[in-house]
């Protein structure tokens, strides 16, 4: 049994002292330029500047709402960190309650993780534009993917803690925006 241990390890140090040489040998390609080419031209989404979008999703709170909104904003990137600012209105309806209108005003920090993904926070402020008057400190995150040079789609969800009038609200929103 030992005979047989020493065997063994003999032969996997031989293997793998044999395959460590050919992991580390570079892959080639030949061309008929004498110029070095990029395998792969990619470049980052270049998440400063401002940006506009429109965006849908559901408010749930004393009852499910429909949304449809639009926002507006501004990025600025550091590296792989991420700090915005951004405005929305939307419009809610539903089967029961009736329609009205929301605002919210966001801050955003975040990383960004790949070169087009950024991961954020989201934290702010919501007022309900037409009766009740509720208002809503808002908490929460998202994830937002570029798709082109200039378009990015996103998810979000923010809670509302009510702070005058209303009940604790749960938003989930899915959207796209220009950056300018």
Request: proline share 3%; hydrophobic share 40%.
């Amino acid at each position: 049994m030992r005979r047989l241990a020493q065997v063994s390890l003999s032969v996997l140090v031989t293997v793998l002292a044999v395959n460590s040489g050919s992991a580390a040998d570079d892959i080639t390609i030949p061309i008929s330029t004498r110029e070095e080419l990029a395998v792969a031209d990619t470049t980052a989404f270049d998440w400063s500047g401002f940006y506009a979008g429109l965006y849908g999703g559901v408010q749930f709170g004393t009852g499910s709402q429909a949304a449809a909104g639009l926002n507006v904003g501004i990025n600025t990137q550091f590296d792989f960190y991420l700090l915005g600012a951004e405005v929305a209105v939307s419009g809610l309806a539903d089967d029961g309650a009736g329609e009205t209108s929301y605002g919210q005003i966001l801050g955003r920090a975040g990383l960004v993780i790949s070169d087009n993904m950024v991961v954020y926070a989201a934290g702010g402020y919501g007022i309900d534009l037409g009766p009740p008057s509720e208002e809503d400190i808002l908490l929460g995150g998202g994830v937002e993917l570029s798709v082109t040079d200039s378009v990015s789609v996103r998810a979000q969800y923010l809670h509302g803690f009510p702070t005058i009038g209303g009940s604790p609200k749960e938003q989930i929103t899915f959207g796209a925006a220009y950056h300018f």
